[in-house]
């Protein structure tokens, strides 16, 4: 999962960083940005400013989105690929593992 924030829309109310703070990061101009590596990513409207998610913080990356009085943060998915993570059946609610039939 990568992230990233629309500076112009965020409010800079810096709720995104209290819930995750290894992920977002608020700068002097009093906007949040998205931080990879403990390196805030400024490059507005470019791939430089999607900031991959580590998978221990991807709940908190997405309890900030949806918290997020701006709406200014996006999550982009990346397509899962078969043996790297396990499915959620939407039928059962179980996890299973990805193959390539489950495509």
């Not at 209290?18 to 390196?39: K, M, P, S, T």
């Amino acid at each position: 999962m990568r992230v990233w924030i629309d500076q112009d829309l965020c409010t800079g109310d810096g709720i995104c960083v209290d819930h995750c703070d290894d992920v977002f990061v608020q700068l002097e101009d009093g906007i949040a940005y998205v931080a990879e590596a403990g390196r805030p990513l400024n490059d507005p409207g470019g791939s430089g400013s999607l900031a991959q998610v580590p998978n221990r913080h991807v709940s908190s990356v997405i309890h900030s989105a949806e918290m997020c009085p701006g709406e200014c943060i996006f999550i982009e998915l990346d397509a899962p690929m078969p043996g790297d993570a396990d499915a959620i059946d939407e039928s059962t609610g179980n996890r299973e593992p990805i193959t390539a039939s489950s495509h």
